[in-house]
């Protein structure tokens, strides 16, 4: 519990201009029913939150809350009330920077809106004023609030879809270009967007020290250490009891992750709670249906080790880094790189070619040439280049004479 309020702690100090004044960690009942809490310790809650002139509102850390519920406790306390959706909800609203996010985030609001519709009216019954036809055809004020949330649902979705195909048209580009994907995904704020900058030295990458500081899925190029050039994929940050809703609102930007050549499951391994973090991830990616050779090809990384004194990962085969410090990187480069490989079926080879032919420029083109070794002698030359199999295929057809040694 003490770790649960922590977290719900660090969600509201994400939020500019909002403050922690008290908590207080108190059992609840189920949270359908119309109270969540017993009878003695909702006075508890109601007599400490009296006794607090400056607070504004009240979060109460459970994934959501009935508008009936919400409407009881305001009328009792005289404060707002946010539940664990409606604070995720704000800070994805304030961190949201392009089109596709913002459309995601108006598509998770819409059930909040739906619940605020029902508030409402069932106020406006109470003052006898509710049922009452606005429209000619003999519509209800409900039904027409949820005509228009039905339409803005459709048109939010319909954009999203366009958003969708274009981002696949950008995808099969990208695998004609044949640039292997890996996906760096993790529990929020362990480290992932500075973990990408280490790997990749993007001086424009700003990681910064707070929860989903990282909602929009960003591509960044970087080197592996035989030259290959790869994209790295920064994702969305994992939260324990993400709201369901917004998790579906978010899968579109997350689908993309299912295309990836490799994924980097990056764990911060100073948080207290590692292990039900790592857990959250998992079953998170298994819910999204992402392709079992990608989860079981996954590399784990213990990020933050410079803050733990000789660690060791009792984790068969992860790996400990200090993505702000560069410890462990270039291991991980190499486990990566041989990672790819496989997932790709690129093979690294060295062919013998004429200088005076088209041989050199070619692969220059449709492979990674890592080193040439001129023989000026008799005007031909060793090239050491990483090559896809359809490329090697082509190459082969093109120039049948040429020596390869794998």
């Given amino acids: 519990a003490e770790l649960q309020i922590a977290e719900a702690v660090a969600l ?80 994805f609203r304030c961190n949201a920077r392009t089109k596709e996010a913002k459309l995601q985030i108006a598509l998770a609001e819409i059930p909040l809106l739906r619940s605020n519709l029902k508030n409402e009216v069932s106020q406006l019954d109470q003052q006898k004023g509710g049922s009452r036809y606005i429209m000619g055809s003999g519509e209800t004020f409900m039904e027409t609030q949820n005509r228009v949330l039905k339409e803005k649902e ?133 819910n999204l249906n992402i392709p079992s050779h990608l989860l079981d090809s996954m590399v784990e990384v213990h990020n933050k080790v410079d803050l733990i004194e000789r660690y060791k990962p009792t984790e068969e085969n992860a790996l400990a880094i200090s993505a702000l410090h560069g410890h462990g990187l270039e291991l991980l480069k190499e486990e990566i790189e041989k990672k790819v490989l496989t997932a790709t079926g690129k093979k690294i080879l060295t062919v013998n070619i004429n200088l005076e032919g088209p041989q050199l420029s070619w692969l220059y083109k449709e492979a990674t040439v890592q080193q040439v070794e001129v023989m000026p002698e008799d005007g031909t030359a060793r090239v050491k280049v990483i090559i896809s199999s359809s490329a090697f295929g082509r190459y082969k057809k093109l120039f049948p004479n040429s020596k390869i040694f794998m």
């Fill in 12 to 91: 509201v100090d994400t939020l500019q201009n909002w403050t922690v004044l008290d908590k207080i960690i108190i059992p609840t009942k189920n949270p359908d029913k119309k109270f969540i809490f017993g009878k003695g310790n909702f006075q508890v809650l109601t007599e400490k939150i009296k006794k607090l002139p400056h607070v504004t509102a009240v979060f109460l850390n459970v994934e959501r809350i009935s508008s009936l519920t919400k409407k009881e406790l305001e009328d009792a306390w005289g404060v707002k009330v946010f539940d664990r959706y409606t604070v995720v909800l704000h800070i």
């Fill in 154 to 286: 459709l048109k939010i979705r319909s954009a999203l879809e366009k958003l969708r195909r274009k981002r696949s048209l950008l995808r099969t580009q990208r695998r004609k270009r044949e640039f292997p994907v890996i996906s760096v995904m993790g529990y929020t704020n362990c480290g992932k967007t500075t973990l990408i900058k280490a790997l990749t030295g993007e001086a424009g990458l700003q990681p910064r020290d707070q929860l989903f500081a990282t909602l929009d899925i960003t591509a960044h190029a970087g080197y592996l250490p035989s030259h290959m050039a790869v994209i790295y994929v920064d994702t969305i940050g994992f939260l324990t009891d993400l709201p369901h809703n917004l998790v579906e609102s978010f899968s579109a930007t997350l689908e993309e992750v299912a295309y990836s050549d490799l994924i980097v499951h990056v764990r911060d391994i100073t948080h207290p709670e590692t292990i039900l973090q790592k857990a959250t991830v998992l079953s998170v990616l298994k």
